[in-house]
């Protein structure tokens, strides 16, 4: 008999240095928000990679910040939990990155009981001296890590960090249906996918003062019928996102309409509304209803 593997793989880091990419790249689907800002991911995303013998849970955790309001405490819970029960722990760090911007969150990588990958992501922006000091200067740094140099976009060395990490995960049965992609219900995707085309379209504060909530999801034979609002806490950022005569939120439409029927493998008829929604933010009410209650 074949042993069955299956652990928890838990992906931590500093924001955008490309966390999100390495785990859609482990899971080939697209799971988890990527844009070039920073603090994209909000939630904890469970991504499934079945095998026949193995069953890896990778949790795409939000970058790491010093939390500045309620939302972000939130997101730093979600940081918190992913110590908590990872059985391979991933801490990613981009070329030219000298430190995490938490102190406590460093100390806790550094004494882990737990199996540490470090990863150095970006490597393809860099050159083979640059690249030997970095990896000098993690081993110094983390000396309970093993440390790959990778690039997750262009996937040079993921195959040896997968093969790595079913390596060291522990004998299990699987935790979750070996033909589930995710722990996320379907209008989470939706959401995501919406809020993936505002932070590519919209600049400064808005994406961060934005939030959608799919009201219906109606999935008939040939077509997904969702009605989506995009809520935003002032009146100027509603007419910022709408655009003029519509155009901007249009936009944002078509693109995500295209990517949820990529997503779903069928026809997609998407309602967008834009509603103010006044300092959802900082409201603990608000913030367990969009799922942040870590």
Known sequence: MQKHKAGFVNIIGN???????????????????????????????????NGDDFQMILSDTPGIIKP????????????????????????????????????AFFNKIVHSKIPVLLLINKIDKSN????EEQV????????????????ALEGFQVKEVFD?????????????????????????????????KILMHYKKEIPYSVEVDTEEFFEEENIIRM???????????????????????????????????????????LELYVKVNKNWRSDARQLRRFGYDS
Do not use: C
């Open 128 to 131: 083979q001296e640059q690249l």
């Open 68 to 103: 500045a309001y309620q939302l972000q405490e939130s997101m730093m819970g979600f940081v918190k939990s992913a110590f908590e029960d990872a059985d391979v722990l991933i801490y990613m760090v981009e070329i030219g990155e000298k430190e995490l911007k938490d102190e």
């Open 15 to 49: 924001p955008n240095v490309g966390k999100s990419t390495l785990m859609n790249a482990f899971v080939g689907e697209k799971l988890s928000i990527i844009t070039s800002k920073a603090q994209t991911t909000r939630h904890r995303i469970l991504g499934i990679v």
């Open 227 to 269: 009605r989506a609002v995009i809520m935003v806490e002032r009146d100027t950022q509603k007419g910022i996102i709408i655009g003029h005569k519509g155009e901007a939120l249009k936009r944002v439409g078509v693109e995500s309409r295209k990517d949820l029927e990529k997503f779903f493998g069928k026809q997609v008829h």
């Open 136 to 151: 000098q200067l993690w081993a110094q740094k983390v000396p309970n890590a093993e440390i790959f140099a990778i690039s």
């Open 164 to 196: 790595k990490i079913i390596e060291l995960l522990p004998e299990s049965p699987p935790f979750y249906p070996k033909d589930q992609l995710t722990d996320k219900p379907e209008r989470f995707f939706v959401n995501e996918t919406i809020r993936e």
